[in-house]
């Protein structure tokens, strides 16, 4: 019960926060096979279109080795309206608003059961 009023809570803070969120799609990578006759590799992708998200950047505690403070970004999306299941999502990708792709550099988790947090760097 009280995961759900976090998740609620987020999702709630999602939907009265304005000019801050935008709406992306999450182009998740499912797998990809050799075809023999065309010598080429074919890949399937799950979509989720549509989905409200901010971008962000990462405080000093968060930043690392792997973070490129000039080309990354942290985006938050609410888990209660992303239905994708996810994994490491590594070779996933978000498309912005201007048709901009983000690499998923890494699956950073699911806060609380409650906000998906990805560590994203610019295509």
């Not at 999602?14 to 969120?21: R, T």
């Not at 799950?46 to 405080?59: E, L």
């Amino acid at each position: 019960m009280f995961k759900e009023l976090i998740v609620n809570a987020v999702q709630d803070a999602f939907d009265v926060i304005g000019d801050l969120k935008t709406t992306v799609n999450y182009v998740q990578f499912s797998s990809g096979a050799y075809d023999i006759d065309t010598a080429s590799i074919t890949y399937d992708h799950n979509y989720q279109v549509g989905i409200g998200a901010v971008f962000t950047g990462f405080s000093d505690e968060e930043k690392d080795d792997e973070v490129q403070v000039l080309f990354d970004r942290k985006v938050l999306i609410p888990a209660k309206t992303f239905e994708l299941v996810l994994d490491q999502a590594t070779e996933d990708s978000i498309i912005d608003p201007d048709g901009r792709e983000w690499n998923v550099v890494r699956y950073l988790g699911v806060t609380g059961g409650s906000l998906h947090k990805f560590h994203v760097r610019a295509a």
